[in-house]
């Protein structure tokens, strides 16, 4: 019991971590919070709405990207952050749509998620690895489970129409895991304007497996360890991001997390990601007409 309160004090602590402010919609800068929030049924952590809505309401970010979340899951948190200015959600299915291939009645779908401050389009999602490799709930294991992708556009003032994808890749016991970065790739290569994916990658996002993403242009943004969140070892959770205007550097933090009935409420830490435009250069004064005087200083006009 000492151990487990130790382990709680110092996953407090370090939940508590600074994070970058959560840009305002309108300032011209971009927010993103990502967040295994490990909801779906297979998981060892009991589902809390309400700390999970309130963890997110607390940053305010401009768009959320969560994964292991039940589209249910999904639609009851939207309906508790509508005051605060989100919509309804994107979600995708790990289930797919798969033909000839039966889903479990009330079966959870174990996938991703997006909700937004901002305006969406083009929201849709997809499989990342091939069906005929992957197995769908309810199906007898031997094969990777099934792995999606949830996207949609934002309108980021300043930016414009920003893609965002939600996204978590196979463990590293998943031999499709190549053919899921590859897909991933192949959406990079069709998106024309700015694009961010942000998820849980289950991986080092410095490591050789995302490389065909690095080839694509995006550039990792990491704020640390993440997983496990009661002793952060391994940044698993991260940002891939290319094409936002010029002087939107980024900045990434953890985001602390709401009191809860049961610690901890998942076993990977929520992160943040702000792109905020450069500050204003002030204008230059105007030549007042005066000259140069004889000890090297200006004179005053008369």
């Given at each position: 019991m000492r151990r487990f309160a130790f382990i709680a004090a110092a996953a407090a602590c370090f939940a508590g971590a600074a994070a970058p402010a959560a840009v305002a919609g309108g300032s011209g800068g971009l927010?993103?919070?990502t967040w295994n929030v490990a909801a779906g049924p297979a998981t060892k952590?009991?589902?809390q709405p309400q700390p999970v809505a309130a963890t997110i309401s607390g940053a305010l970010p401009d768009v959320v990207a969560l994964q292991e979340v039940c589209s249910w899951q999904a639609a009851a948190l939207g309906r508790l952050l509508r005051?605060?200015?989100y919509g309804r959600p994107v979600t995708s299915s790990s289930l797919g749509d798969i033909p000839d291939r039966r889903v479990r009645s009330g079966a959870c779908d174990f996938g991703n998620a997006i909700l937004s401050r901002l305006p969406l389009s083009q929201a849709g999602s997809g499989l990342l690895n091939d069906p005929g490799d992957c197995r769908i709930s309810g199906e007898r294991a031997g094969r990777p489970e099934c792995r999606s992708y949830a996207s949609a556009s934002a309108d980021v003032p300043?930016?414009?129409p920003v893609r965002i994808i939600a996204v978590h890749l196979g463990p590293v016991r998943d031999w499709t895991r190549a053919e899921q970065v590859g897909t991933l790739a192949l959406e990079a290569a069709l998106t024309d304007g700015p694009l961010?994916?942000?998820?849980?990658?289950n991986t080092n996002p410095a490591f050789r497996l995302l490389r065909p993403l690095r080839a694509s242009g995006l550039r990792a943004v990491i704020a640390g360890a993440s997983f496990p969140s009661w002793?952060?070892?391994?940044p698993l959770d991260a940002a891939f991001a290319r094409?936002?205007?010029a002087g939107m550097d980024p900045a990434a933090g953890f985001v602390p997390v709401a009191p809860s009935r049961v610690r901890p409420l998942s076993d990977h830490l929520p992160v943040l990601i702000s792109w905020t435009p450069p500050d204003p250069q002030p204008d230059p004064q105007p030549d007042d007409g005066g000259g140069p005087d004889p000890d090297g200083g200006q004179t005053a006009p008369y």
């Open positions: 927010s993103v919070m952590f009991p589902w005051p605060y200015g300043g930016a414009g961010v994916i942000a998820g849980d990658w002793l952060p070892v391994k094409g936002l205007p």
